[in-house]
């Protein structure tokens, strides 16, 4: 059983969350209420005209951001988050109160994700049920959807033990 | 201003997220309850061994993982998933989700996560406020937390537009 047969989803995910770069670049969008222009995520990330013109290709290659021109008829770009690039925000701000739980040090700490209208820190991004209730690790199992991941489940079970989340 | 100076928290995590491997193995633990010895999941991911205990060192470095001896006293080592790894639990619950919603190609399907009561799936994983209220990116800011974060916000807003999601 190959990886490549297993492939799953988050594996694609990170092709361009596990860039840094392509990560500065997004939070850069969030930070900025999604549009920004070619100059000021250059000049703001410090990140250099190839590198940046490369990383804003793979980003509008999977429809995370668009373009359009500043001025109708003009050359000079907006770049805009779409709805694709915003429903990222869990992840990353998942991502945050992680690091923030497990690595408090003051470099870890530069944004946070709030509720814009009472400007209170978001709650803790956490799993549920489809009734609302809050799933912790034991509650939650993560099972096979297709064949080869079913058999690959079978193959490779540990003989006599449940799967089943021990913290 | 650097990027190393905002450097976010976020990018930390995906010091090893990024990885695929580590991705991999980091899914095989959840997948199997938490706990996998070292053939396990060599022979289940198709990995070679060096590259398994490369990343198994930064995952026990990371306190991602724990290890143990099989038997008391024995050389055969048990890995286990420690909370600090369960904590993933919604980041890459997430990352799944995002990818089915907008990957939905069959290779893309091959894991979800579940209710381990109820066996059906999780709801989605969504950002809340504090009392409760589902927050959608117009109603979600990312805000600097620090000094350096906040001359960097200050410098770089676009200036008479405030920082709103447009979706």
Partial sequence: MSNESLNCSVAIALD???DSWSFLILRDFMVFGGTRRFEQLREGLGISRNVLTERLKTLLDQEIIRKQPVEEGGRRMLYKLSRKGWDLIPILAGMNQWCLRYRPDPINSA???????YRKE??????RSQDGRVLGPPD????????AARGYFQKFATPGKTAVAET
């Fill in 16 to 18: 361009f969350l596990g």
């Fill in 140 to 147: 939650i199992r993560v099972v096979p959807r297709n064949d």
């Fill in 111 to 117: 944004f946070e994700f709030i509720d814009a209208e």
């Fill in 122 to 127: 978001i709650d803790v991004v956490t799993v």
